[in-house]
């Protein structure tokens, strides 16, 4: 399984700070998809960015992509309580790879 | 309400006896998809769907079964669960739309004994 990466496992901030997380990955992408998932829930889809864009923004949301170095981040701005979650990339296909994702805290 | 729906939502069961659980979707969506997510190790394809009566293996197809009869259901046969299967599984319908987008099921929880 050529599953992807992501760094950090874990990460706690408090309200108001910026949280980066990165996703690295070894297959060859097409584009690639951000998700999130309440604890325990459903994945909801957050974003998607394609291969030849470097990077893309939605709302707090600020995605980069690096495809020489099968890399992606995903920056939430101004962090809330409500961000809370994990965050997943995942390949852009029907036979989806996902990252083992990161784990966001968000204190008040 | 556009949602997948998943049945049961938790299940605790014994070792070898056959479970089904049910997937419908209400997006008339082509693609449907099933994974399980166990701690550390994210989300893992098991089967994956294309249209009724196509279906692929994902990641980690060995020991369950689909089928895709309808454009809207997706059930996961486990034939003869074991404890390795205890895991947290969701079902997803999928749409390409400049980009595959997958819209995923509440999940269910599965315990083995």
């Known amino acids: 399984s050529q599953q992807g990466e992501e760094d950090p496992q874990a990460l706690s901030i408090q309200e108001g700070e910026n949280a980066t997380m990165n996703c690295s990955y070894k297959?060859?992408?097409?584009?690639l998809q951000w998700y999130r998932q309440n604890s325990g829930r459903g994945l909801v889809h957050l974003i998607l960015i394609r291969s030849n864009e470097r990077e893309k923004h939605s709302g707090r949301l600020r995605v980069t992509l690096d495809t020489s170095k099968k890399s992606s981040s995903l920056l939430i701005t101004a962090s809330r309580a409500a961000d809370t979650a994990s965050y997943f990339c995942a390949t852009d296909a029907i036979k989806t790879i996902f990252g083992a994702g990161t784990r966001l805290f968000v204190k008040a | 309400e556009a949602q997948v729906t998943q049945n049961p939502r938790y299940l605790i069961t014994v070792t070898g006896k056959k479970l089904t659980v049910t997937c419908s979707q209400n997006?008339?969506?082509?693609?449907m998809s099933w994974y399980r997510q166990d701690p550390g190790l994210g989300l893992r394809q098991i089967y994956y769907s294309m249209n009724v009566e196509v279906t692929d293996k994902g990641d980690v197809p060995e020991g369950y079964k689909v089928s895709r009869k309808e454009k809207r259901n997706f059930p996961l046969i486990l034939e003869s669960p074991s404890p390795n299967q205890t895991s947290l599984y969701f079902c997803?319908?999928?749409?390409w739309g400049g980009g595959y987008e997958q819209f995923f099921g509440p999940g269910t929880r599965l315990t083995v004994l």
């Open positions: 297959t060859s992408i097409n584009n």
């Open positions: 997006m008339n969506h082509e693609y």
């Open positions: 997803a319908s999928g749409r």
